[in-house]
């Protein structure tokens, strides 16, 4: 839970659009400032451009018409103020051989390999040669001493595995008795270790407590001692010790009837235990198998073959931004009647105080238009639309590295072999989230059918997506509707002024 806690407030000057010189500290400020000059150098002479990367223009004023290039924070006011946004470095920087990184990529539709979207940050990371000495071990102490390195070091609690386990344990339970009111879902639900242990235990102890009374019976009758007397009316034949009553007992239950051990007609107590012995065993066959055959067919084992991409992407689709995430099925036979939903997990306070640990609220995939009941027969990419009602209406690509919550996500079918209902689980975290990316195809058309290629599943490619939450979008597009209303009424009233 304490993964869940709301963090202390983090400067956000260091993730802004162009890099910035880090906070110093006062004490060795000669010595930091003659290492990032010499690291400024070294990188000026090795760096090289960056592939696919359009250069930004210079100017002074900012382009309305350009949402894409608009910065994910600040008001909707203080964008449109030339002398707070540069749209350039200073030549200083520039000059000095400093890596600026635009605010969104170029779309790449045909990406050779699957790891070009994921591996780009680090293998640009690592053209950068990283100064050596004295220098480069003072720049690894501040880069080290960042909040967003500290963040990552922290060991984060999930709330749900990428498998679908929850990771909540339940304690200190005072009425246990209800476990023992539903002993089949109790057994059930045990591990096969302690599954096996039960189905072997209820079989021998009744073996045993059964086979022990037969041997008090014949002992208390007689019959162990006038074993081979012609003339004794035994009560059981062919019992003289434990190990022939153990005998009797697992012959008379499993039904096997050797014939050289019986009961017989000569006393009332030994037909009323093999009775007794009949019916436990039979109740027992029922249960176990019965528990048996429900936890080899459970519908969980039908759970793994549904799979989830390993991250979501957030890209414009039709204008709106959007979260979105792939969900396929690897067999054959499909699932009836699939709905998928999606929970987001994160603590909150109230405005009277309240704090709220592990939230959950709900993310809206089409359960209001009934996009959320699939077919699911070749893999799907879900969409949840970030609109007003969304959790990440306010959320940009900047202050979704600051934020901690994760999202789950439920596939509910029912198993069109068994007709049971099958739930398949998955989470993604804040750091499993891809700004600016899309899901490669994994479906083409061959003879007579479309053919799946599940090595694709995972395969994402960056395109063009603007850094700036959907509030802000929505907010700028609504500007320039008024701009442009407005500049129309002006245009039709200087073409026609004497118009009534």
């Known amino acids: 839970m304490l993964a869940y806690l709301p963090r202390p407030p983090t400067d956000t000057s260091q993730y802004g659009t162009f890099p910035q010189e880090p906070e110093l500290p006062a004490a060795p400020r000669a010595?930091?400032?003659?290492?990032?000059?010499?690291?400024?150098?070294?990188?000026?002479?090795?760096?090289?451009?960056?592939?696919?990367?359009?250069?930004?223009?210079?100017?002074?004023?900012?382009?309305?018409?350009?949402?894409?290039?608009?910065?994910?924070?600040?008001?909707?006011?203080?964008?449109?103020?030339?002398?707070?946004?540069?749209?350039c470095p200073p030549a200083a920087l520039r000059e000095s051989g400093t890596r600026w990184y635009p605010l969104h990529?170029?779309?790449?539709?045909?990406?050779?390999?699957?790891?070009?979207?994921?591996?780009?940050?680090?293998?640009?990371?690592?053209?950068?040669?990283?100064?050596?000495?004295?220098?480069?071990?003072?720049?690894?102490?501040l880069e080290e001493d960042s909040p967003m390195v500290q963040a990552s070091k922290r060991q984060r609690q999930r709330y749900v595995t990428k498998v679908g386990k929850c990771q909540v344990n339940l304690g200190n339970i005072q009425d246990k008795k209800r476990f023992l009111s539903d002993i089949f879902t109790t057994i059930v639900d045990l591990k096969y270790r302690w599954f096996l242990f039960v189905f072997m235990m209820c079989y021998i102890i009744t073996w045993v407590v059964f086979g022990t009374i037969y041997l008090f019976d014949a002992w208390v009758r007689g019959d162990v001692w006038h074993q081979g007397d012609p003339e004794w009316q035994a009560c059981i034949e062919n019992v003289d010790g434990f190990i022939s009553a153990l005998l009797f007992s697992v012959e008379s239950q499993r039904t096997i009837?050797?014939?050289?051990?019986?009961?017989?007609?000569?006393?009332?107590?030994?037909?009323?235990?093999?009775?007794?012995?009949?019916?436990?065993?039979?109740?027992?066959?029922?249960?176990?198998?019965?528990?048996?055959?429900?936890?080899?067919?459970?519908?969980?084992?039908?759970?793994?073959t549904l799979i989830f991409s390993k991250n979501c992407v957030i890209s414009r689709r039709d204008e709106k931004l959007c979260l979105m995430f792939r969900v396929g099925d690897l067999r054959e036979s499909h699932m009836v009647d699939a709905k998928i939903r999606a929970k987001l997990i994160k603590s909150r306070q109230t405005a009277e105080g309240e704090f709220i640990p592990l939230e959950q609220s709900e993310l809206n995939l089409g359960y209001d238009t009934g996009e959320d009941r699939l077919f699911l027969v070749e893999p799907q990419i879900i969409c949840h639309i970030i609109d007003c009602r969304s959790p990440f209406w306010d959320m940009s690509a900047e202050s979704l590295r600051r934020e901690q919550?994760?999202?789950?996500?439920?596939?509910?079918?029912?198993?069109?072999?068994?007709?049971?209902?099958?739930?398949?689980?998955?989470?993604?975290?804040?750091?499993?989230?891809?700004?600016?990316?899309?899901?490669?195809?994994?479906?083409?058309?061959?003879?007579?059918?479309?053919?799946?290629?599940?090595?694709?599943?995972?395969?994402?490619?960056?395109?063009?997506?603007?850094?700036?939450?959907?509030?802000?979008?929505?907010?700028?597009?609504?500007?320039?509707?008024?701009?442009?209303?407005?500049?129309?009424?002006?245009?039709?009233?200087?073409?026609?002024?004497?118009?009534?």
């Open 405 to 500: 919550f994760e999202i789950i996500i439920i596939l509910e079918g029912i198993v069109e072999a068994t007709g049971m209902t099958c739930q398949a689980r998955t989470s993604y975290t804040e750091d499993e989230i891809l700004w600016g990316y899309r899901f490669e195809p994994c479906m083409s058309l061959e003879k007579g059918a479309f053919h799946v290629d599940y090595s694709r599943f995972e395969m994402t490619f960056e395109v063009q997506t603007p850094a700036a939450s959907a509030k802000e979008l929505q907010e700028l597009r609504e500007l320039e509707q008024q701009e442009h209303s407005t500049l129309s009424l002006y245009w039709d009233h200087f073409l026609h002024p004497c118009a009534p």
């Open 105 to 141: 990529a170029l779309s790449v539709p045909n990406i050779p390999t699957s790891t070009r979207g994921r591996s780009s940050a680090r293998s640009s990371a690592a053209a950068v040669p990283a100064p050596e000495g004295l220098p480069g071990r003072c720049r690894k102490l």
């Open 31 to 87: 010595l930091a400032e003659n290492s990032w000059q010499q690291a400024g150098s070294t990188a000026a002479k090795r760096s090289t451009p960056m592939p696919n990367y359009p250069s930004l223009p210079c100017h002074g004023i900012i382009i309305p018409s350009e949402p894409s290039l608009l910065l994910s924070h600040g008001s909707m006011a203080a964008q449109h103020r030339p002398s707070d946004l540069p749209r």
């Open 257 to 304: 009837g050797y014939g050289s051990r019986m009961v017989t007609a000569n006393c009332a107590e030994g037909v009323i235990l093999l009775m007794a012995q009949s019916i436990v065993g039979s109740m027992i066959d029922a249960l176990m198998v019965g528990c048996m055959f429900v936890k080899i067919s459970r519908p969980k084992k039908r759970a793994q």
